[in-house]
């Protein structure tokens, strides 16, 4: 038998698992790990800036391609808490990633030691598994049902607490034998399908809601599939997004409170069945459960038995993994379509799509300073289909999932359930590392973007390129605009006079010279004429330096972007004005019929 450090036996195992990357900050307590990383070779690490943004680039990466699993690593104490919110914006998603922590010696865990915190404990409420190994030689074994619970049932995190001492610690360990433990997923079985497909033919206005899901089991084909033949028309939620092209004939639009189409909405509330696979019925996107729920018969197919009646008792609920019901669905689908017995939704489908052409937000405005909508128009003129967006929470988030187009799966990377402001600079990053050819543009507010600016750094450094679009008007938009409830704007504002930018006015904090002084390239815009040039110079610049390029859009200071008041996803109200000439809406999918 081979004898090595248990450190090393960890790092053989994750290359045995497919780990290929890894993101972190060395520190004492897990230079062990590190040594072993080095000495191992095979496994790439991107130096972060703090270890927060190190997990967030490690969820990025994991969302990029099916079947990867991003790692991250800190040292003891403060660097395992900085990744809390990493494990928590991961377990609410459903990613799974790997997060290493260095820890105190065994002996003066509980001693107070320095850096010395139980983070097994304070990690468990957003893990799959959290665990402090204490004997060397479980550590192969602990790692090996890290990645079983990771990618078994519903994905998700894990954190493994290693002492210092374990890490150093030799164990019998041959790395050449090592098999990874066979997956875990629940798997529909015909007569459950056959049962909720009979419950979609006898309905007349049926509808597919296509969550996270589907993405995460990479079963988005199936779901076209399926769709296409029995003519149903699909709502992806905002984490199932880019499942099925926005412009497919079947393509009902977003439904929600905030991130939503208005002919998305419209077409659910006329709907009559919901087959919801692989969501977890949002707050943000049911709104009111009366309302969401009121004359329609529900199936819920999640991955996760306990998911099933969480938020609501549907009609129906089958424990599966999305790509073993659809293809169900599919196989069952075709043997009724060959005997003749799929009934015609062409009318239905048709009519969504007639909504869609009648019920469009205005983007076209010349305003300076610069609309918002305007952005996210340009935006659309200028990156294709092949452009991978990242966004997190905020007025421009919610805008540009009501604005811009997505046309293939993991297409929209947004950090859904939890939200964490300044997610998106270290979850693009991550992106990019994955899919180095990619167009990958992030999608920030300005508080957002300042929130971990910092690791705009770590893509000059280590060459990842990307464009990163910031929407500043100085304000906590989204927050000043739910504070209209209570007829307050207090503590939102962000404006200042800069003493050393005085052309910002009162815009304050000078992105461009912060993102330049951090190795990148950086452009104002104050002109919405001027901002489809910025966007593909931008591109261009990206590509010729492989450093972040910053696109600032100067904003007028307050824009109500369109969300409901109520809480109901039938009286969202429109802020500001809506299409009603073609030329208010050029890039919309549809041309608008007035």
Known sequence: ??????????????????????????????????????????????LARHVEGASHMAEGYTRTRAGNIGVCVGTSGPAGTDMITGLYSASGD??????ITGQAPTAVIHKEDFQAVDIASIAKPVTKMAVTVLEAAQVPGVFQQAFHLMRSGRPGPVLIDLPIDVQLTEIEFDPETYQPLPVYKPAASRAQIEKALAMLNASERPLIVAGGGVINADAAELLVEFAELTGTPVIPTLMGWGVLPDDHELNAGMVGLQTSHRYGNATFLESDFVLGIGNRWANRHTGRLDVYTAGRT?????????????????????????????????????????AGRLPDRSAWAASAQERRATLQRRTHFDDIPIKPQRVYEEMNKVF?????????????????????????????????????????????????????????????????????????????????????????????????????????????????????????????????????GLGCKAIRVTDPAELGAALERARKLAQEYRVPVVVEAVLERVTNISMSTTNDIGNVVEFEEIATEPAHAPTSIRTLKV
Request: charged share 20%; net charge negative; hydrophobic share 45%.
């Open 94 to 99: 459903s990613v799974p990633i790997l997060c």
């Open 384 to 516: 294709g289909p092949e452009t991978r967006y990242v966004s997190t929470i905020g007025l421009s988030q919610i805008a540009g999932a009501q604005m811009l187009h997505v046309f293939r799966p993991r297409h929209w990377i947004n950090c859904g359930q939890a939200g964490p402001l300044g997610w998106t600079v270290p979850a693009a990053l991550g992106i990019a590392k994955a899919d180095p050819e990619a167009q990958v543009v992030a999608l920030s507010g300005d508080y957002d973007f300042q929130f971990m600016i910092e690791e705009l750094a770590v893509g000059a450094q280590h060459r990842i390129p990307y464009v990163h679009v910031l929407v500043n008007n100085s304000y906590l938009g989204l927050i000043r605009q739910a504070q209209r409830a209570f007829d307050i704007d207090f503590q939102v504002n962000l404006e200042f006079e800069n003493i050393n930018s005085p052309e910002l006015g009162v815009y304050g904090v000078d992105h461009v010279k912060v993102a330049e």
């Open 1 to 46: 038998m081979a004898r090595m450090t248990a450190a090393r036996a960890a790092v053989e195992i994750l290359k045995r698992e497919g780990v290929s990357d890894a993101f972190g900050v060395p520190g004492a307590a897990i230079n062990p790990f590190y040594a072993a990383l080095k000495a191992s070779g095979g496994i790439h690490h991107t």
């Open 298 to 338: 529900f199936v819920h197919v999640d991955v996760e038995p306990t998911q099933i009646g969480r938020i609501f008792a549907p009609d129906y609920g089958i424990a599966s993994d999305a790509k073993a019901a659809l293809e169900l669905f599919v196989e069952v689908a075709r043997e009724l379509r060959a």
